[in-house]
């Protein structure tokens, strides 16, 4: 695969996630903002809100699954590299190439259980116990949002490849340097 689509999948893969991630930020203040008036209502007027349990369960799927395509594309994931950094340029591609083949297998069956389970919850007509809130829109944007972590994934693995190809080519620069969608 020619590195600029390889480059045009990741721009795309970049600007989408980054949006997705200003969802999850924006449910997580939300989550926050509700738990803390839980508590207040808990505490002081001794009147817990009904919903909190429900709604920070469904929050945290949408959370994890729109902001972790942001971290994946970013390459923020936490890494020990005490090992990595003394082997050479090309063994570190070969070891870049593996690790994410590895988790592409993996993420492309995490996706593909992801819809399907998605598609059980419409067809049940799953909902949460108190509120009676279906539970399939949240696991279809929660797949949704798993298949921009596959494509980072991917981007990571063809880019690893073509550093195992090409050992002379200089490592490519780290994402935040190339960052055109956050300005």
Excluded at 27 to 49: E, M, W
Excluded at 87 to 105: C, D, M, P, Q, Y
Excluded at 113 to 124: E, F, G, I, Y
Excluded at 159 to 178: D, I, K, S, V
Aim: charged share 10%; aromatic share 12%.
């Amino acid at each position: 695969m020619s590195s600029t689509i390889v480059d045009l999948i990741g721009r795309w893969n970049g600007q989408v996630t980054w949006w997705l991630a200003r969802i999850a930020s924006f449910v997580l203040a939300l989550v926050a903002v509700v738990t803390f008036c839980d508590v207040i209502a808990r505490y002081v007027f001794n009147s817990p809100f009904s919903f909190t349990v429900e709604g920070t369960e469904l929050a945290m799927g949408l959370i994890v699954f729109l902001s972790v395509g942001f971290t994946t594309h970013e390459d923020g994931h936490i890494s020990v590299d005490i090992v990595t950094l003394r082997l050479s340029e090309w063994t570190r591609a070969l070891v870049g190439l593996i690790t994410n083949a590895v988790a592409l297998a993996f993420l492309v069956i995490m996706v593909w259980r992801l819809w399907l389970r998605a598609d059980v919850l419409l067809t049940k007509g799953d909902t949460t116990q108190i509120l009676l809130v279906p539970i399939w829109p949240v696991a279809f944007v929660m797949a949704a949002g798993s298949v921009f972590f596959l494509t980072g994934v991917f981007v990571h693995l063809t880019r690893a490849a073509g550093r195992l190809m090409n050992p002379q080519a200089p490592p490519p620069p780290p994402p935040a340097a190339q960052r055109p969608y956050s300005e």
